[in-house]
Nanobody
């Protein structure tokens, strides 16, 4: 059984940095692409960044996504949080997962999802 579990969210102050972590079990992690999506209140879920099995990290300021195959984890770092970063953040995995900033779920190829974790930025 595949399990995808996010951690590290909560209430944060604007301007702070935040690290979210996602642990994925029940599949050969190193063979899967992994990535992060987010859904702001009242809006659609969209892609942030996804990385394939060959990459260790990918950056699109202020976001950095990384993976640790030895720990079956992927991390999302957000630097300099702003109110617009308030959203539910979700981790996903898929053999053909692909996403980029603002990309649609329809073409993501996500096979497995976490339940999501809330991040609320206070100003």
């Amino acid at each position: 059984q595949v399990q995808v579990k996010e951690s590290g969210g909560g209430l944060v102050q604007a301007g702070e940095n935040l690290n979210l972590s996602c642990t994925i079990s029940g599949l050969p992690f190193r063979d899967y692409s992994v990535g992060w999506f987010r859904q702001p209140p009242g809006k659609e879920r969209k892609g942030i960044l996804c990385i394939n099995k060959y990459a260790s990290s990918l950056e699109r300021v202020p976001f950095t996504v990384s993976r640790d195959n030895s720990r079956n984890t992927t991390n999302l770092q957000i630097r300099g949080l702003i109110a617009a970063d308030t959203a539910t953040y979700s981790c996903a995995a898929g053999l053909r997962l692909t996403c980029s900033w603002g990309s649609s779920l329809d073409t993501s190829g996500a096979e497995y999802w976490g339940q999501g974790i809330q991040v609320t930025v206070s100003s």
